[in-house]
């Protein structure tokens, strides 16, 4: 099993920073083999694809430029540094590991945190 676990969040007032963290830990997690994805969900829809990086970083269009995805600790520990917040950046931000490079949805993915809020408003 692998566990994963995000922090970070809060909440910010437009064009402030935030960086979420997610530690990984568990028998089975890999972190040469693993690829790790962050995913937002806002109130009312749908789990987004925001970036994922294995072998490198890939974004979504919407946070391109404004969100930086690293990975630190050997690979266990994955950041996602978001600058210039905006209110529509406002939702729950989870993370996610799984194994194919470039995977930009939600069931591709096979262990999920459990969510962290990040609230953008004035």
């Known amino acids: 099993q692998v566990q994963l676990v995000e922090s970070g969040g809060g909440s910010v007032q437009p064009g402030d920073s935030l960086r979420l963290s997610c530690a990984a830990s568990?028998?089975?997690?890999?972190?040469?083999?693993?690829?790790m994805a962050w995913f937002r969900q806002a109130p009312g829809k749908a789990r987004e694809f925001v970036a994922t990086i294995k072998l490198g970083a890939y974004y979504s269009d919407s946070v391109k430029g404004q969100f930086t995805i690293t990975k630190a600790d050997a690979g266990n520990t994955v950041y996602l540094q978001m600058n210039d917040l905006k209110p529509e950046d406002t939702a729950v931000y989870y993370c996610s590991a799984g194994r194919a490079f470039i995977a930009t949805r939600p069931e591709e993915y096979d262990y999920w945190g459990q969510g962290t809020q990040v609230t953008v408003s004035s």
């Open positions: 568990g028998r089975t997690f890999n972190p040469n083999n693993a690829a």
